[in-house]
């Protein structure tokens, strides 16, 4: 089972692409560099710890 790859930080709305930089916590809340660095790197809802998000490259046809 991949990730739910959330297009928009929870907190500033601020678009996230899949290639973006982004950090999740384990139930998946996702949140930008500057949200994640405003917060210490904790999730505000479940406490957790938020760590970078692997980026999904698009392929190229």
């Known amino acids: ?33 500057d949200c994640t660095d405003e917060m210490n790197a904790t999730c505000p809802n479940c406490s957790g710890e938020l760590v970078r998000r692997p980026r999904r490259v698009r392929a190229t046809r």
């Open 1 to 33: 089972m991949g990730l739910e790859m959330r297009e928009r930080c929870e907190k500033c709305q601020k678009r996230v692409e899949d290639d973006q930089e982004a950090y999740i916590c384990s139930y998946e809340c996702t949140f930008c560099k």
